[in-house]
Nanobody, 121 residues
C-alpha cells in the first residue's frame, strides 16, 4: 500500500503560484494513477486533477483547467501540483491519493494529512 505525505502549501495572495508535492512510500507507486483533491471549509472534498501511472495523460476539474498542472516523477516517488494564478476560491486543504483509475477518479487506499493552501484577495 502507498503512504502519502503532502507538502508545499502556504498563505499567498491572489495571482501568486505554489507547487505542492506528494511524496509516496512503497515500491509500487509507479503502478498507480494518482490524483489531487481539495476540501474547503464546510464543503465536500472535490476532485482537482489526475495523472496516469506513466504521466502520459492528465485530467483537470473545470475550475482549475489552464491554471493548474499535475505531473509526476516516478524515480522520486513524487507527484506534483503546480498552481498558478491562484484565486481566493482555491483556498482549501489539498490531498493526494492513489486512484482506481483516472477514468473513474475513484480514490483508494490511505489519504495523506493534506497541506493547507490559503489565498488572500
Amino acid at each position: 500500500q502507498v503512504r502519502l505525505v503532502e507538502s508545499g502549501g502556504g498563505l499567498v495572495q491572489a495571482g501568486d503560484s505554489l507547487r505542492l508535492s506528494c511524496a509516496a512510500s512503497g515500491r509500487t507507486f509507479s503502478n498507480y494513477d494518482m490524483g489531487w483533491f481539495r476540501q474547503a471549509p464546510g464543503k465536500e472534498r472535490e476532485f482537482v486533477a489526475a495523472i496516469t501511472w506513466n504521466g502520459a495523460n492528465t485530467y483537470y476539474a473545470d475550475s482549475v483547467k489552464g491554471r493548474f498542472t499535475i505531473s509526476r516523477d516516478n524515480a522520486k516517488n513524487t507527484v506534483y501540483l503546480q498552481m498558478n494564478s491562484l484565486k481566493p476560491e482555491d483556498t482549501a486543504v489539498y490531498y493526494c491519493v492513489a486512484l482506481v483509475s483516472t477514468a473513474t477518479r475513484t480514490p483508494f487506499g490511505s489519504w495523506g494529512q493534506g497541506t493547507q493552501v490559503t489565498v488572500s484577495s
